[in-house]
């Protein structure tokens, strides 16, 4: 099934500079696996505390890492190792990135959002205050303020791709979202475990997706609500 291959989602990967991460991967999770493997390798073993960026005050950096030139790390900002974080990237003041994070060139994570365990692939950006755990994002991919990639379900079980009527087990009880290139989540969306997005498809705010949402769509909320006369009440 083609939409359940990593290359529905993410046609540019050649020039992420970190592509040996999706190496022998034919469905996109699967890269989630080789993530540890990939920074043991490249970080841990080679025990890396390379930091060429431009690190504001209050920042905390451990364990092993590489973070390439031209990135900024703007104050208050904790970043825990094994993590690698390409040229040009900006990191905005109050932002955690969690182990497992590779972040590719010229992204940006917002203020007081973190990130877990998730491959952010070249000019994607992230806004501020949220949250993508287990999550991979294709080539400018844009999610916005307050966004939840929500990546384990309440009763921790495997996470199930259901796509075309059929289901997949994962093999993952940490499963995220995997984010088409070009894609755009709005402000406080939500995605829960297990949403496919493909490419060039817009989800619009407030919305909470699930499941397989194919390729150059655009997703609207349900604009209908409720409205009733409401009492004065003098708030304490």
Request: proline share 4%; with cysteine; hydrophobic share 40%.
């Amino acid at each position: 099934m083609e939409e359940l291959k990593l290359e529905y989602y993410f046609k540019e990967m050649e020039e992420f500079r970190f592509k040996e991460v999706f190496e022998g991967c034919i469905y996109p999770w699967e890269a989630l696996t080789n993530i540890k493997l990939f920074l043991q390798r490249e970080v841990v073993e080679k025990d890396l505390h390379v930091n060429k960026a431009e690190v504001g005050e209050f920042c905390s950096i451990k364990g092993n890492y590489f973070i390439d030139e031209g990135t900024v790390i703007h104050p208050n900002v904790t970043i825990e190792g094994p993590v690698m974080i390409g040229k040009n990237v900006e990191i905005q003041s109050g932002a955690l990135i969690r182990p497992g994070s590779i972040i590719g060139d010229n992204c940006v994570v917002g203020h007081g959002s973190e990130i877990k365990n998730t491959i952010m692939q070249n000019k994607s950006k992230v806004a501020s205050l949220a949250f993508a755990g287990d999550t991979i994002l294709g080539k400018s991919t844009r999610i916005g303020s307050g966004i939840i990639l929500a990546n384990r379900r309440f009763d921790q079980k495997n996470i199930v791709i259901k796509i075309n009527g059929e289901k997949i087990d994962s093999g993952r009880d940490f499963f995220g979202a995997i984010v088409g290139d070009s894609s755009r989540i709005g402000a406080n969306a939500a995605t829960l475990p297990g949403t496919m997005i493909g490419p060039y498809t817009w989800i619009l705010p407030t919305l909470q997706v699930r499941g397989f949402i194919p390729a150059e769509k655009r997703l609207y909320p349900n604009e209908n609500y409720r409205m009733e006369d409401n009492p004065k009440i003098e708030l304490k």
